[in-house]
């Protein structure tokens, strides 16, 4: 039913795509010529035949009416007309057939068949009609002057999703502004939730209008409703985005974040978080449409920070001139023209919040797993930003901070350059973020909160050198927390600090005794789950570090690895060799262990 996969590839068709579609309107007017014509020509049944030959002149007439609205119309969706035409074609084939049977038997044969043939004339009649009927539908969806209609054609009467698409499509190439509004609205309501509507849109040429209704700056109601629609159509369908990015709209919807009042922003920035998390070629052509300028500006409105060094320039300053950003398009910045100024000045606190919160998630996704785009939201200050509101909002824009800057510091993790740059520690920025992380992860009781900030500070563990209580203090003290998860990903976290990857893990490792840690690590081995494991791997790596310790000696470290070492050969062998050699350190290490020692796996 669904036919070829791949829309037009332009809302504007090329003049030899004009031509195909001028032919195959052609194609079923000629047949319906021909079939009038030998319909007139058979002796028998003539009522018959020349009620058969009445319903085929009236699918010429509207065929040609139809040829008289495409040529007169611009920008129309080609599909809906090809796929009516073509079954109108089919059933005008199955109509000549039927009349060179019925001119073949004439005469005698006429009456010793008129049974069947006088219901071969009804199922011909029924084809006919159901043509007819497709064809009004289609006239009237082109000549609708107002309104939406929602009628089905008899092609989609069985699926009536795909008439509604195709109705909702062409309202807006053709309708009027409140009704293209209301028609991205009924299109993004099919596609929530629904894959199956989703590709139908796709399919059916639904999206190339929805992006050109987006840049329509002169009705913000038709942005919003266009936004929206198009981020139901995105969400969970990466070959939508795909599709997307290909018709080269990225630059176009960053104009449209940066240009458009603050109601249109919060919709067309869910849009970006919707593209960017479905694929990394979206965040890529996001960032070389470079997004996240007007992002950072948004997301910095209403923020004042102090002046992190003397002798500079103040932030303040820094975020003004952040928030007026780019006096041309070029760069997909707003103009900051006075007349948006002057908006901002009388949008409600609730709406400016929303569109912070929308941008902060948007730079959430964008940032995940993509160094370009965790460059520019580096380079633009956008660390500073993310920082001081994390500092003094609460939520999900607190939330949607925390989130972005836990996956710039998991790209900066794998990334040493970008690392040195952003996260230096004397950098007024990097420190500002470790402020925070810090602080969350020891004041916040909200897991959501405490785990991506425990996972930003293990992502940078090799930024530290020598004993860092200050850092580490926090990361123990999680260890003993009531939350499995948390405790889990401190021990992950504390795991990177004393992996043998980091060249002071010999100094975190002793640190991490010096702050009781190993009893805390202790009682999360005790606990029977799955993320056993990271505490596990923890304990090899003290083992491996610090393996004199008393501390080890006096918690029986080597009794604990020992204990576990048939759970580690039958669920975890990438931790076999790791274990092994964790308790081969501690034998040397601790007095009449191998006196007392079982043979592993007992």
């Not at 003049?15 to 047949?31: T, V």
């Not at 085929?56 to 040529?71: A, E, G, H, K, W």
């Not at 070029?330 to 100024?341: A, I, L, P, T, V």
């Not at 976290?493 to 190993?518: Q, R, T």
Request: glycine letters at 6%; charged letters at 25%; proline letters at 5%.
């Amino acid at each position: 039913m669904m036919g070829n996969p791949n829309p037009n590839p332009s809302p504007n068709p090329a003049p030899e795509k004009e031509k195909r579609l001028q032919e195959e309107l052609l194609g079923p007017i000629l047949l319906g010529d021909r079939v009038i014509k030998l319909a007139q020509e058979v002796e028998s049944s003539k009522v018959d035949c020349t009620e058969l030959a009445r319903k085929v002149q009236v699918v010429c007439d509207n065929l040609r009416s139809v040829v008289r609205v495409v040529s007169g119309t611009q920008c129309v969706n080609e599909r809906p007309i090809r796929r009516i035409v073509g079954e109108v074609f089919k059933n005008l084939e199955r109509t000549l057939a039927f009349v060179r049977k019925c001119k073949k038997h004439g005469g005698v044969l006429r009456q010793v068949f008129s049974m069947t043939t006088t219901a071969d004339f009804r199922k011909v009649w029924n084809l006919l009609e159901s043509s007819n009927g497709d064809l009004v539908w289609l006239l009237t969806i082109l000549d609708s002057k107002e309104g939406t209609n929602v009628s089905l054609p008899p092609i989609a009467s069985n699926d009536p999703i795909l008439a509604w698409v195709w109705t909702f499509t062409y309202t807006l190439q053709l309708g009027q502004p409140k009704d293209r509004a209301e028609a991205a609205t009924e299109l993004g309501s099919l596609a929530r939730g629904n894959e199956r509507t989703k590709f139908i849109i796709l399919e059916e040429g639904g999206v190339p209008p929805l992006l050109k209704l987006l840049k329509e700056a002169s009705s913000p109601d038709a942005q919003v409703a266009a936004a929206n629609a198009l981020v139901n159509v995105t969400t969970n369908q990466e070959r939508v985005v795909s599709y997307v990015v290909e018709s080269h709209a990225a630059p176009t919807i960053v104009q449209v974040l940066g240009d458009s009042p603050m109601s249109v922003r919060v919709s067309v920035a869910n849009l970006v978080s919707a593209m960017a998390e479905q694929h990394e070629l979206a965040r890529e052509e996001f960032v070389r449409a470079n997004v996240t300028r007007p992002l950072v500006s948004l997301l910095s409105m209403d923020t004042v920070l102090a002046d992190p060094m003397a002798g500079r320039a103040s932030i303040h300053s820094l975020v003004l001139n952040l928030s007026n950003v780019g006096e041309t398009n070029s760069d997909g910045s707003s103009r900051g023209s006075s007349h948006h100024r002057r908006e901002r000045e009388v949008e409600s606190p609730e709406l400016r919040n929303e569109v912070k919160i929308s941008c902060a998630k948007a730079l959430w996704k964008l940032s995940k797993g993509c160094l370009s785009s965790c460059k520019k939201i580096t380079e633009t200050k956008g660390l500073l930003c993310l920082a001081k509101i994390i500092e003094s909002e609460s939520g999900e824009l607190q939330l949607n901070c925390l989130m972005a800057v836990m996956e710039i510091a998991a790209v900066a993790e794998s990334n040493a350059d970008l690392r040195r740059v952003a996260f230096k520690r004397t950098a007024p920025a990097a420190k500002a973020v470790l402020d925070q992380l810090l602080r969350v992860v020891q004041e916040e009781g909200n897991p959501a909160l405490v785990i991506p900030a425990i996972k930003a500070i293990g992502s940078l563990a090799r930024n530290f050198s020598g004993k860092i209580p200050q850092v580490l203090g926090p990361l123990v003290a999680q260890l003993g927390s009531r939350d499995v998860d948390v405790a889990s990903e401190a021990a992950i976290a504390l795991g990177k600090f004393v992996s043998p990857d980091n060249y002071n893990c010999v100094d975190h490792s002793k640190a991490i005794l010096e702050l009781d840690g190993v009893p805390k690590l202790m009682s999360l081995l005790l606990i029977n789950d799955r993320q056993q494991v990271h505490g596990l791997k923890l304990l090899c790596y003290l083992a491996l570090n610090v393996g004199n310790s008393k501390v080890l000696e006096q918690e029986r470290a080597l009794n604990t690895l020992e204990r576990y070492a048939r759970l580690v050969q039958t669920q975890y062998p990438d931790l076999k060799d790791l274990h092994a050699k964790a308790i081969h350190h501690l034998t040397l290490y601790q007095p009449g262990a191998q006196l007392h020692r079982q043979p592993l796996g007992l």
